[in-house]
Structures are given as C-alpha cells and as structure tokens.
C-alpha cells in the first residue's frame, strides 16, 4: 500500500507534548508508589475488535520517550487489517515506564486505527468504482498530520492539507465576490501557476459558470446521486468532480455510481469511533 508515515519530527513533538499533559510536574505517581524501580514486565498490544492498524510510529515513540530502556516489537504495519485478539505488539522493559506510556500509545493508536477503519470501510464500499475516498480540514486541532496519515493507511486519500496549498472557493467566498466567475477570476489573478483552483457549486447553474471560466475541479455540495450523474455530464471531463455531504458507508457506493471523482468525507477524522485495542500484562 503506497503511503508514507509523517517523519519523526512531526510525531515525536506531538507525543511529547501529550505525555507532557498526562504527567504534569508530579509524573506518574501510582506507578511510582506501588512499582519497583527494577521491575520488568512483557506486554502484548491486542486488538479487541476488528479493523485497520494506523500510528504505530506514534505508540511506539510514546514508549521510548518516557524510557529509552523499553523495546516494541511490530507483528503487523500501518494499514493491516487486524481482527479480535490478533497481536499487533509485544512491549517488554520496566514495568514503571510501560504504565506510565500506556494510556498515551493506546490514545495515539486507537483514534488513528479508528479513522482507518472507517475509511477503509468507505473505500471497500467504492472499489468497484473509479471513485476514491478523500478527507478534508476537519480534523483534531494538532493532529491533522497524523489524522490525515491515518486516513491513507486505511486506502483513502488526502484532499488538501491545509489553506495553504490550493484554493477552493465555497460558498461564502462566492458570496462575497458576487458570484462564481468573479471569484475564481479573482483567485486565478492572484495566486501562482503551480496552485490549483476548486469551486464549491450546488446548482448546475453554478457548474455551467464554473465550466465556463475553467476550473481545476468542481466540489458538488450536497448533491443526489442522480443530480451528481447529471453534473458529471456537464464537466464531461474538463474538471475534476468532487462528491460532499452525508456520505457513509451505506450511501458511498450510490455516490460513487454516478461517476464522480472523488468523495470526499469529513466526519471520518472528525468523528471515526476509536478501535479498541488493550495492552495485557504477561509477566
């Protein structure tokens, strides 16, 4: 499966700072009260329900970072599917640190795998399609890399990471401008040649205009599935199409029929339930 895992310099400031918000200036005062110092333990990372793994990197530095002393052995990667009981890794070192890092590398791995899991049930639900799955800004704040790494390790793809690098012009832009053509007139005045230019539209009359001028890509809000397949006939091919809005596994495949591009879906980062995953103590 083609993704990349952020770079450590994007996760580890991320887990630091979460274990930093878990220990406070007191650290981990049970595990210190009732632990010995010297204590060793082997734990097994286990999945309790089925899904798709994703933030391993993150799980694994949360260890390491509160004791250097403790080794994680992988037995799957990001983006396997895993079912109940299946091991996803063995944790051995002292007993102290592991308690300490648990809550923390199970937080990381569990929201992640859960928005793998729900993407991958999307993009199963599509792959008799042309269609992908992307997600979109509306993530955790301070997680979006990690959020939107998740979402490729369960087969979707990434919709722009940020304000930063392409324009999409929504329906308060167009507003303002007063109207489509104006709007993508004025963001092609203004931003580089390498800057790609989508438009939120909701009427065909709104998709004639934005056709007309030209445009990279059409994101078509809140559309039927038969409204989408008429608007897919308008683009005829000039432009990217871009499904949004009450997109769920049950109605992706409908969507995704109609011939559009892509589907983007916002609530699988800002609203995926988190896959249950435990951490048993062998010894």
């Not at 878990?22 to 286990?46: Q, Y």
């Not at 599917?81 to 990381?108: H, Q, W």
């Amino acid at each position: 499966m083609p993704f990349v895992s952020p770079s450590r310099l994007i996760v580890e400031p991320l887990v630091r700072a979460t274990l930093i918000e878990d220990l406070g200036l007191a650290g981990d005062v049970t595990s210190a009260a009732v632990i010995p110092s010297e204590h060793r333990s082997t734990v097994v990372m286990a999945a309790r329900k089925a899904g798709v793994i994703a933030g391993l990197d993150a799980a694994a530095l949360a260890f390491e970072l509160v004791d250097p002393a403790i080794t994680m052995t992988r037995h799957v990667q990001d983006g396997t599917t895993v079912g109940p009981g299946d091991t996803i890794a063995t944790i051995e070192g002292p007993s102290r640190g592991l308690l300490t890092a648990e809550r923390t590398a199970l937080n990381f791995l569990g929201h992640l795998s859960g928005i793998a899991t729900v993407t991958a049930r999307i993009v199963n639900a599509v792959s008799n399609t042309r269609a992908a799955v992307v997600c979109t800004r509306k993530t955790t704040p301070g997680l979006r890399a990690l959020e939107k790494y998740a979402v490729r390790a369960g087969g979707g793809l990434n919709h722009r990471f940020a304000l930063y690098d392409a324009v999409l012009i929504k329906d308060n832009h167009v507003a303002i401008a007063g109207g489509v053509s104006e709007a993508i007139r004025r963001a092609r005045a203004n931003v580089g040649h390498m800057v790609k230019i989508e438009v939120e539209v909701d009427t065909f009359d709104q998709l004639r205009e934005a056709m007309e001028i030209g445009v990279d890509a059409v994101l078509l809000d809140n559309m039927t599935p038969e409204q989408l397949r008429e608007a897919v006939t308008i683009v005829g091919g000039r432009a990217i199409t871009e499904a949004s809005g009450g997109i769920t596994p049950e109605t992706a495949a409908a969507i995704a029929v109609s011939g559009v591009d892509l589907l983007s879906v916002g609530w699988i980062t800002h609203s995926a339930p988190t896959l249950d995953i435990g951490l048993d103590f062998h010894s």
